[in-house]
């Protein structure tokens, strides 16, 4: 899963930066590879990351969905291939292996390496995945977003949590975010219009979220 760690780390870092994505990227996919045991075998691997990367941010900056599709074709591809794409020795072992973090002593380095990607593709790029399924509800829908504040800075944090939660087994405690964003919008929601569309922008903008987080349990 090393290659698609690297993938998920270059398009979250690429959405996160201001400045400078492509080139910031792509140092992020060279050195990634590098130290997870990549090498002249897997140049390949660095192409179709750089691909997939200028493709998102160029899609992302004329509100196309060609970015999206892309990164999920080459996502399933890696998760697919990733019996036959081998890596070497990874330059992080021996610093990973004398991590005084107990917790991590079962956790394969490639895992981690995952857990990462995820974590920084779920921070702001995920964000764009939900802007365009908003987009594809309806144009009216998408602009309820300029009314109801707030879901580009919580929509990360309940992503984390439902991950954390997801991965640790507490599922409980995923219900109590969705009571929680219940109670939160509720105020917003009992205001609006007979047309319903703050309440179809929550709805669908949550589970959208949510099911992001929950669609990379399965690889851990």
């Known amino acids: 899963m090393s290659a698609l760690a690297v993938l998920l780390a270059a398009v979250g870092i690429a959405d996160l930066v201001r400045r400078f994505k492509i080139v910031t990227a792509l140092v992020v996919t060279v050195a990634g590879l590098l130290l997870l045991g990549g090498g ?3 140049i390949w ?5 750089a691909l997939v990367v200028v493709i998102w941010v160029d899609a992302a900056s004329h509100d196309s969905s060609a970015g999206l599709t892309v990164l999920a074709v080459v996502a399933a591809a890696l998760v697919v291939t990733s019996g036959w794409v ?3 020795e990874a330059a992080l ?7 005084p973090i107990p917790r991590l002593a079962t956790v394969p380095l490639d895992r981690a390496a995952l857990g990462l990607g995820v974590v920084l593709f779920l921070t702001t790029a995920a964000n764009v995945v939900v802007r365009r399924v908003l987009g594809a509800t309806g ?4 602009a309820q977003g300029a009314d109801l504040k707030g879901g580009r800075v919580l ?4 992503r984390w949590f439902v991950l954390a939660c997801a991965l640790s087994g507490n599922l409980a405690a995923i ?4 009571a929680a964003k219940g109670i939160l919008r509720f105020p917003e929601i009992s205001r609006d219009n007979t047309d319903g569309l703050r309440a179809e922008y ?5 589970f959208v979220s949510w099911g992001l987080a929950l669609l990379f349990v399965p690889l851990f």
């Open 139 to 142: 144009p009216q829908v998408l």
């Open 93 to 99: 072992d021996d610093w990973y292996v004398d991590l």
């Open 40 to 42: 002249w075998h897997t």
């Open 155 to 158: 929509g990360p944090l309940e």
């Open 175 to 178: 219900a109590i975010v969705v």
């Open 86 to 88: 081998s890596f070497g």
């Open 202 to 206: 929550v709805l669908v903008g949550s």
């Open 45 to 49: 691997l660095t192409l179709v990351i």
